[in-house]
């Protein structure tokens, strides 16, 4: 199991929390993709996802929250 430290996933974010966010909303994206069954060495969507954020290869962007109106 490859380990990330926080060090490493916030050179392309802003700050740790915000990195693992990014990687998630990712490994779901990559999720909706087919992928081959018969390899059994694939890594886990969340350590490719993690190592894409770490090599600075996703790119994205904070939208920031709509408040309701009313408030």
Same mark, same amino acid.
């Given at each position: 199991?490859?380990?990330?430290?926080?060090? #490493?996933?916030? +050179?392309?974010?802003?700050? +740790? &929390? %915000? /990195?693992?966010?990014?990687?998630? +909303? &990712?490994?779901?994206? %990559?999720?909706?993709? !087919?992928? =081959?069954? /018969?390899? /059994?060495?694939? +890594?886990?969507?969340?350590?490719?996802? %993690?190592? =894409?954020? /770490?090599?600075? #290869?996703?790119? &994205?962007?904070?939208? !920031?929250?709509?408040? !309701?109106?009313?408030?």
């Amino acid at each position: 199991m490859q380990v990330f430290t926080p060090s #490493e996933v916030t +050179k392309h974010a802003t700050n +740790k &929390y %915000l /990195s693992v966010l990014v990687a998630a +909303k &990712y490994s779901r994206v %990559l999720n909706e993709f !087919p992928r =081959d069954r /018969s390899r /059994s060495g694939e +890594k886990k969507l969340t350590t490719r996802a %993690l190592e =894409d954020l /770490s090599a600075g #290869e996703i790119e &994205y962007r904070v939208v !920031p929250r709509r408040r !309701p109106r009313g408030e």
